[in-house]
């Protein structure tokens, strides 16, 4: 039986930025294919190029060259309207710093995606999507209100609302403390298991990393290992 299309290919990917000492190359021809379902972690050092790789998939760093395709979806055939309404139909994203709006209630900030797609039903779903991660009692609570882990369950209730294709998260517990992190990464994980969802995980964590089907090294610009693995499960406790 013949495998099922990637959800996401990279091509030759290269992202280049100019900077006061000259031209930057961030990444220098990425090629990487993910399974729909896959689990992803990204690991290398700091400035390797990770963020920039993730920024990429989901249509928010315009590449130099090389080609991105998500969800048969060749994101260079995109304007930036177009970027932002495939975000909203198919990518959920994960940031270290939550990126919540600090005006708006935590039932505001996970409901902001379904009002922007025109679902009239914004607010249950939003409400239903607060009680999957524990938060069904922190609805009208605003972000400065909570703690950090709250927020960050906030954010992965938002990410998850619009049941995407594809979710990117970047260094989710890196603003938490073990304890914490643990307890958002097992709930994140198990939202993607719910859901179906196919994860790309960028962390520092080689714990966490362990997590995933697939660890992918990145070293300067380059992926210097793709290792197919058993994921290592959750222990309770």
Do not use: C
């Not at 091509?11 to 000492?21: F, Q, R, T």
């Not at 009239?120 to 009692?137: E, I, K, N, P």
């Not at 049941?163 to 403390?177: I, Q, S, V, W, Y």
């Not at 969802?197 to 992918?216: E, F, K």
């Amino acid at each position: 039986m013949p495998s099922p299309a990637p959800l996401v290919a990279l091509s030759a990917l290269e992202v280049k930025l100019e900077s006061d000492a000259g031209i930057v190359n961030i990444l220098r021809g990425i090629d990487l294919a993910i399974a729909p379902g896959e689990t992803i972690g990204v690991v290398g050092p700091s400035g390797s190029g990770k963020s920039t790789l993730l920024m990429a998939m989901a249509g928010l760093e315009r590449p130099t060259a090389g080609r991105i395709e998500v969800a048969g979806v060749d994101l260079a055939t995109l304007d930036e309207d177009g970027l932002a309404r495939f975000r909203r139909d198919h990518v959920g994203i994960v940031f270290q710093s939550f990126h919540l709006i600090p005006t708006m209630s935590a039932l505001e900030n996970v409901a902001v995606p379904l009002e922007l797609a025109g679902r009239a039903d914004a607010f249950a779903r939003a409400s239903q999507g607060l009680a999957a991660v524990g938060l069904g009692h922190r609805l009208a609570h605003y972000p400065g209100q909570l703690s950090g882990g709250e927020q960050q369950r906030v954010a992965l209730a938002r990410a998850f609302v619009n049941a995407p294709r594809l979710l990117l998260a970047d260094e989710p517990t890196g603003n938490l403390d073990g304890a914490t992190g643990r307890q958002v990464i097992d709930l994140l994980f198990d939202l993607r298991a719910r859901h179906g969802t196919t994860l790309l995980l960028i962390t520092h964590d080689p714990a966490l990393a362990a997590r995933a089907d697939r660890i992918v090294r990145i070293g300067d610009g380059r992926i210097v290992a793709d290792e197919r693995r058993t994921p290592v499960r959750a222990v309770a406790g």
